[in-house]
DNA sequence: CAATTCAAACACAGAAGATGTTCATTAGAT
DNA sequence: ATCTAATGAACATCTTCTGTGTTTGAATTG
């Protein structure tokens, strides 16, 4: 069981029980206590949990979104086939405005090389896209989000509000024909909606773990998106009811 | 002779003759012809120099400034002594400004583990601090410049004019009480200058052997600084002349 | 005050990175 | 067109880093 995998079950147990102790992780996962301790302190640090003496308390309410790094190793491989259709959605030289989030972040790995404008919503989609150097990067404005490094706030608005863009690739953490397309911040969902104004054509990234969920906000109905683009898992007949409100979906 | 001492003998060499050869690095350094290879590709990855069959040629036209993974080497000690005097210069809670260059990032360092709101005009400055994570990150919008990840333009602009600060952290490139601050990127030059219209206190960070420069953007009279913080290595003549200026001067 | 937990310090193993050597391929010179 | 030197890929070796466990003394809690 390697540190990841100790990770998982760190976060599984506080999800379940909401507490967990030194000794019993170091029985389970088999390591020293003084490895769990480490671990500890590593998600403290993430905000997951607060150590306590003993062990660990969550800090993660039902209902809230799960922190970045946790979300960032569901569903990989589906987040990667995604993103690379994507990227063939997007030509050489246009304008596009990329969403933050971990599936976004994604997209901006398979776009990292190319010859675009990109205007990121997030700190770390930014640090992938200039360390590509062939992209014009036109960096949001905003104040950060500890953790998502997402942009929000009136300064990102203004930033959308002067800029106009040929796409616009959104993640979400909900969406369904019936509660429409949802979002966990309300900051962010404000910059979702500034975003679609600013932008041609709206190209939502979403796994298919996404369809079966509804988050607190609200972005917008599900006819607003021109583009979903999802992976092969999502049920045909969620796909067949966004088909019908107007949206082009493209399963990989 | 480890990869950063062979990386400034290439720089130093290319700065001097122009052009470099592989075999010749190869003996003056005492490595192989394949390890001379590595580093001249990884410095062609930073836009020092250009492959050619044989070895490389310079892509440092004199007058233009280094590239920031060489400056960054550049008088470290003094830099971290003189981050560490521009941290104590600023209290917690204070609103702050912080310019792009090698020096202000080590001002971010300084700063990543304290409780202020930190403006950063430069996307390695955010990523450190968004690291500590107790910083208030706002972000301001921009173009990046690529290489030195600085935020420039109209974008940028606005966002400064849209937030006051307390004290505003520049770095510069030149600076002489004949001459002013001076700067490389035109670019930088005009946000400089709209940084410190937003800013009730400019404080400038600057190594000694800034003071012997001038550069070809003018910022600003030397008058228009608050403090300088530099380091003792600075001439005392430069430094009573900048006093007579109306500036307080700092040597650390 | 006693029992437990903790964190710093050191030791060790496996992983990752840097370097050198070999060799087939390629670019440039003749 | 042919030859020579340079190149980059592939592999082997060595070094450095990172992650882990153990020990030990300090800190916390009941």
Redesign the interface.
């Known amino acids: 069981m390697d540190s990841v995998e100790r990770m998982d079950l760190i976060v599984a147990r506080l999800r379940e029980e909401g507490e967990v102790t030194v000794v019993e992780l170091a029985e389970t996962t088999g390591h020293s206590e003084m490895t769990v301790r480490r671990d500890l302190d590593h998600l403290a640090?993430q905000g997951v949990l607060r150590r306590v003496r003993g062990g660990a308390v969550s800090l993660l309410p039902r209902g809230q979104e799960p922190p970045y790094a946790i979300r960032e190793r569901q569903a990989p491989d589906a987040k990667r086939r995604i993103a690379e259709a994507v990227g063939e959605l997007i030509g050489d030289g246009q304008a596009v405005l990329l969403d933050s989030g971990t599936t976004t972040l994604q997209v901006a790995r398979e776009l990292a090389e190319r010859h675009i404008t990109v205007m990121p919503l997030s700190?770390q989609v930014?640090?992938v896209l200039?360390d590509g150097?062939t992209a014009?990067?036109?960096?949001?404005?905003?104040?950060?989000r500890?953790?998502e490094?997402s942009?929000i706030g009136?300064?990102a608005e203004?930033?959308l509000n002067?800029?106009r863009f040929d796409t616009a690739v959104l993640g979400c953490c909900g969406l369904s024909v019936a509660e429409g397309v949802t979002a966990y911040d309300l900051g962010d969902v404000a910059i979702k909606r500034a975003a679609m104004r600013s932008a041609r054509r709206v190209v939502l990234a979403a796994d298919s773990t996404k369809l079966a969920q509804v988050a607190m906000g609200y972005v917008c109905p599900v006819g607003d998106i021109d583009v979903l683009v999802t992976d092969t898992d999502a049920p045909d007949e969620a796909v067949a009811a966004i088909s019908a409100a107007g949206v082009v979906v493209q399963c990989v």
Do not use: T
Request: glycine letters at 16%; hydrophobic letters at 55%.
């Open positions: 640090g700190l930014a640090q200039s150097r014009r990067l036109l960096m949001a404005g905003g104040e950060v500890v953790g490094l942009l009136p300064l203004a930033s002067a800029v």
